[in-house]
């Protein structure tokens, strides 16, 4: 049986956007772009959230060695695109690592690094300068608000280009992919396959819903 990962994996990024859209939950991220027309990604948030470091003490790469194979890291850096808080060596130690991908609301760098090794990376921007130093580690596997979006640990991530050249990154969500996804043949809308599945088990609690922007992100 496919996993969830795999089902979502075989949907596009916008598809999922349409779905989530038509449920009336937030969906993508406006301005966080793949590095590369061939980036992909799937697979369940490790989430890492930034805050400006205190009198110059901060670091940016203290995670990665608890970053589970096969996830993709979700990091939150308040959108700022004057620091960077990914880069080459990162990438590198990520990809030797299983790991399926990273989203940054913020800045990245060294970005012929994460090309070459085919590393899916997407970003608000790129710019030279570090985050050490003018940046710190806040949280780990905390919930995110991504420009609004929120993003939960283990929320099922989903990154493409699509065909026609317009870039997204979608949230599937929490609920996971139904093993009763229609066979070939079976004419269903994302949307109405999901609310179908899931109902309302799929929907955030109202208190939540207050919180959120109108859908505009990868949550």
Partial sequence: MDTPTQRAAALPAAALSDALDALGLPGSVLGVAPLSPTARLTGPAFTVRY???DAGKGSVGDFLDDVPAGAVVVIDNAGRTDCTVWGGIMTQTAAV???????????CRDVATSVEAD???FSSGRFMRTGKDRVRLAAVGARLSLGGVP???????RGDVPATGARSAARCGSPPISSSWPRSGVRRTP??????????????????RRSMHPGNGFA
């Fill in 151 to 157: 993003v939960a640990p283990d929320d099922l991530g």
């Fill in 51 to 53: 805050e400006p470091a």
């Fill in 119 to 121: 590393y899916p990376l």
């Fill in 191 to 208: 949307a109405r396959w999901w609310r179908r599945s899931y109902g309302t088990r799929c929907r955030h609690s109202e208190e939540e």
């Fill in 97 to 107: 690592r299983g790991v399926a991908g990273t989203v940054i609301h913020g800045a």
